[in-house]
Nanobody, 118 residues
Framework: VHIVESGGGLVQPGGSLRLSCVAS????????MSWHRQTPGKEREQVAS????????DYADSVKGRFAISRDDAKNTVYLQMNSLGREDTAVYYC????????????WGQGTQVTVSS
């Protein structure tokens, strides 16, 4: 099983980034996918999720209206479009896959750093 995030980097306040998460080694279409973020000394928080069939998305209040999660099952990829970024969005962003039919199967990527700074 591999989950690989990409697309992080340095961006100015007010800017945008699109994160990608490519999965392999499991049946992607069975899995709900989510993005989480973590800063030093804080717990990891979920910022966005999408159900296995893409029918339902959910967002943390802190990113609602600015971030958008989507998935492309043909590419085994989930995206996080991040707009109007602020310094408070600086974090390591992690992608998670959770089997919608077996709660025991949960996979994480290694994370990608997003830094919002002028």
């Amino acid at each position: 099983v591999h989950i690989v995030e990409s697309g992080g980097g340095l961006v100015q306040p007010g800017g945008s980034l699109r994160l990608s998460c490519v999965a392999s080694g499991f049946t992607f279409s069975r899995y709900s996918m989510s993005w989480h973020r973590q800063t030093p000394g804080k717990e990891r928080e979920q910022v966005a999720s999408i159900t296995w069939d893409g029918s339902i998305t959910d967002y943390a209040d802190s990113v609602k209206g600015r971030f958008a999660i989507s998935r492309d099952d043909a590419k085994n990829t989930v995206y996080l479009q991040m707009n109007s970024l602020g310094r408070e969005d600086t974090a390591v962003y992690y992608c998670q896959g959770r089997d919608s039919f077996s709660a025991a199967r949960v996979y994480w990527g290694q994370g990608t750093q997003v830094t919002v700074s002028s």
